[in-house]
Each structure stands twice: as structure tokens, then as C-alpha cells.
């Protein structure tokens, strides 16, 4: 206990705890800050490993040569066209996939480079569905070339707009108004999900859905 000199009392055992409680506080304090610190950088860098090894997985995947000289050259090319065959081998480089080039109009296949991957990987359509239900609305009467479709609230498009631009919206759209059932018929029609029908041995079916998804589960 001590007087000040305006004759108040000042408890000095008080103060002196309370200066040891809020300096143990700052240090508690300021060891939770650096553990927090040390488990982000910790974290982070666990991250950025995991990132790094899958980008490098990712990478290797398609940078890979699956048709090394001695996979190409195990290619049936027979009725192949020699100089399209040349150009998509050298197009592909060492990247890891397949090229198919078909002549559209008499179904002639040119060439077919890394035919093990084309013929037993099976793939979603992708995009190239686009073109089965573009020519479903038109067979359908749903549309005409000029047909414009409402996207937004101040964009619209036409068909010949929408293949140029492969816009996804414009052809789920269109999609909808058709039903799953006339898309899935026409792009059938197209070959999508359906063997090839040359008796290809190791051919595998491409990849279309039996039934509609759900938008939401």
C-alpha cells in the first residue's frame, strides 16, 4: 500500500498483479497469433505442395506420348489417307490424345492416329452435341435458322449465331423446349452412345446418359 502525494492510497500489490495478468494476456495473446501464423504458412505450403502434384499429374496426363513410335505405328492404316495422317500426327506433337478425321461426305476415315485411345476411351459429346439438337429443333419445326431465342434480359440469338459463338445457353435452351427424349433420339441418330457398326475389335461405346439428370438434387 503507498500514499500519493495528494493524499489517496494507491493499492501497489493490485497494480502490480494486474500489470503481470494483462502482460501474461499480450503474450498469450501474441502466442496464438504466431501458432495461427505458423499453422496458415503451414497450411499454405501443404496447399501449394498438393496444387504443384496435381497440376503436375494433370500436366503429365496430357504431355505424355500414348502413341510412341511403336504405338503408332501399330495403327491399322490401311485406306488411310497418307497425308492427313502425317498432318494429325504432327499437329498432335507429344501431347497426349487421339485425332479422327472423317471425310462428312461419304463417312471415309482419313485417318485415325492413336486408334487403342479412340476406339476403348468413350467421351462425353461435349459441344459437338450442339449440332444434334440444332437440326432436332429443325426437324421438329420448334425453329428456323432465324428463330431468335430470348437468353437474358436484353440478349437474344439466332441459330446460325449461336454455332458460330457455341453457346452454351442458346442450345440448353433449346434443349429444354425439346425434351429429353427427342434429344437423346436425335443425338443417337448422330452415332453419340452407339458403336461404330464396323465390328471394331476393342471398341468401346461412347459416353451419353440413359436418363435426364436432375438440375438439382
Request: proline share 2%.
Amino acid at each position: 500500500m503507498a500514499t500519493s502525494g495528494f493524499g489517496a492510497t494507491v493499492n501497489t500489490r493490485a497494480l502490480t498483479t494486474k500489470s503481470k495478468s494483462k502482460s501474461q494476456s499480450i503474450s498469450e495473446n501474441q502466442h496464438a497469433r504466431k501458432r495461427m501464423s505458423r499453422l496458415a504458412r503451414g497450411r499454405a505450403a501443404r496447399t501449394r505442395y498438393g496444387r504443384s502434384r496435381h497440376h503436375r499429374r494433370y500436366y503429365e496426363r496430357f504431355t505424355m506420348s500414348s502413341f510412341a513410335s511403336d504405338i503408332a505405328e501399330g495403327d491399322g492404316t490401311s485406306g488411310e489417307d497418307p497425308v492427313v495422317r502425317a498432318a494429325a500426327i504432327e499437329a498432335l506433337g507429344n501431347m497426349n490424345g487421339t485425332v479422327v478425321a472423317i471425310e462428312p461426305t461419304s463417312g471415309r476415315i482419313l485417318a485415325m492416329v492413336n486408334q487403342r485411345l479412340a476406339l476403348s476411351s468413350g467421351a462425353q459429346p461435349c459441344s459437338t452435341i450442339k449440332v444434334s439438337v440444332a437440326l432436332a429443333a429443325l426437324s421438329e419445326n420448334l425453329i428456323t435458322k432465324d428463330t431468335e431465342i430470348k437468353l437474358g434480359r436484353r440478349s437474344k440469338m439466332n441459330l446460325t449465331e449461336a454455332l458460330a459463338h457455341s453457346n452454351n445457353a442458346y442450345f440448353e435452351a433449346v434443349g429444354r423446349k425439346l425434351g429429353f427424349e427427342k434429344v437423346s433420339y436425335y443425338a443417337h441418330q448422330f452415332g453419340l452412345g452407339e458403336l461404330a457398326g464396323y465390328n471394331i475389335q476393342g471398341e468401346h461405346l461412347g459416353i451419353y446418359p440413359d436418363e435426364e439428370i436432375p438440375t438439382k438434387l
